[in-house]
């Protein structure tokens, strides 16, 4: 069976409803659109063992952030990591729940998947406009013997304030010095040419109906939505397509011993290394008001369950799931979320 309509399958199963079952409690999540779908697989999976209903809202990493600084959800998500300033200014605390990679996708009538290759500096000259037709000579010249169609080339970007768009933007930072020095790395940037959307969700449905077009998004998404995915070069030189081996290769190199668990994958050296690789983050208040503290609780529960029973969901849709060792660590780190009284509220 092709992987991809296996996947597609997969994602669309209903949840079926068991008649009898008591009330679940309800936590309510919202942030980055990059780990929606496994986070939906898991609230479907939890529900019934944990008695716990997820409701996640996937409205991107900055609103996220926003949502929970001003306490209007339980906890945040977003794919760019907070700074320990940032934290203890908002009283929360982060930590990882897998890993996941940033992957081009492209509208190219005539091109297979993962067909075309891209180096580092084609790739940013292709956001910051410098590439405008997909025949160019410079493309041409790393794809011998791929018919590349005489379009514009229409780049597609995240037009609400995203952890992907951190993601993807750190990296072109890191590989192109014109970058660098002009859109930056960040949530939101000012981009130079192309049209935006909102969400993985609406990049992904834009590039799927715009000839020409490129854009970026989650893994999960591209392969979901049987996009065309391309070949990047990395660090090493070698070209990779965006595969679990290449993820996997990147995830080894993660040092997960940095402050508040921010690991940085991006653009690792190592021959077989998907270079645009990154962890998603939850955000959960250390000082829960007293009509919150279940609901911090409930969602510890609810990550303590996904860590030991949802690997293979997560691996399913593509994602990483995080090392045995590092899954401790983050339980040691639920210490530090206490109820008004001072008592840590997590419990093994």
């Given amino acids: 069976m092709n992987r991809r309509l296996f996947l597609a399958g997969a994602a669309a199963l209903p949840l079926v409803p068991r008649t009898g079952l008591a009330q679940a409690a309800a936590i309510t999540g919202a942030g980055a659109t990059f780990p929606r779908p496994v986070y939906e697989r898991w609230g479907q999976q939890a529900k019934e063992p944990l008695g716990i209903q997820l409701n996640y809202q996937s409205i991107g990493s900055g609103g996220g952030i926003n949502q929970i600084t001003n306490r209007t959800v339980d906890f945040g998500a977003s794919d760019a990591p907070l700074s320990a300033a940032q934290l203890e200014e908002r009283k929360l605390l982060q930590f990882p729940t897998v890993m996941g990679s940033v992957v081009q996708i492209v509208n190219l009538p005539g091109v297979a998947d993962n067909a075309l290759k891209l180096t580092q500096d084609i790739l940013a000259d292709l956001f910051l406009g410098k590439i405008t037709r997909w025949n160019d000579p410079r493309i041409a010249a790393v794809n011998d013997g791929l018919r590349l169609p005489n379009l514009p080339v229409a780049p597609v970007y995240r037009a609400d304030a995203s952890g992907t768009t951190f993601v993807f933007t750190t990296y072109l930072s890191r590989v192109s010095e014109t970058w660098k020095a002009g859109p930056g790395a960040a949530t939101s940037v000012q981009w130079p040419v192309g049209q935006g959307a909102r969400g993985n969700e609406g990049v992904s449905n834009t590039v799927r109906n715009t000839p020409g077009a490129i854009g970026y998004t989650e893994n999960a998404y591209a392969?979901?939505?049987?996009?065309?995915?391309?070949?990047?070069?990395?660090?090493?030189?070698?070209?990779?397509?965006?595969?679990?081996?290449?993820?996997?290769?990147?995830?080894?190199?993660?040092?997960?011993?940095?402050?508040?668990?921010?690991?940085?994958?991006?653009?690792?050296?190592?021959?077989?290394?998907?270079?645009?690789?990154?962890?998603?983050?939850?955000?959960?208040?250390?000082?829960?008001?007293?009509?919150?503290?279940?609901?911090?609780?409930?969602?510890?529960?609810?990550?303590?369950?996904?860590?030991?029973?949802?690997?293979?969901?997560?691996?399913?849709?593509?994602?990483?799931?995080?090392?045995?060792?590092?899954?401790?660590?983050?339980?040691?780190?639920?210490?530090?979320?206490?109820?008004?009284?001072?008592?840590?509220?997590?419990?093994a």
């Fill in 223 to 347: 392969t979901v939505n049987r996009l065309i995915t391309t070949q990047l070069r990395n660090k090493a030189g070698s070209f990779v397509k965006p595969e679990m081996p290449s993820f996997l290769a990147a995830a080894d190199g993660a040092n997960w011993g940095v402050p508040n668990f921010a690991a940085d994958l991006i653009d690792l050296d190592g021959a077989n290394v998907w270079p645009i690789v990154s962890p998603t983050f939850i955000l959960l208040p250390t000082n829960p008001a007293a009509d919150k503290v279940e609901a911090s609780r409930n969602t510890m529960k609810f990550f303590d369950w996904a860590f030991k029973n949802g690997a293979d969901a997560a691996r399913r849709l593509e994602y990483i799931p995080l090392p045995a060792g590092t899954q401790d660590a983050i339980r040691r780190a639920w210490a530090v979320v206490k109820a008004p009284t001072g008592q840590t509220i997590w419990t």
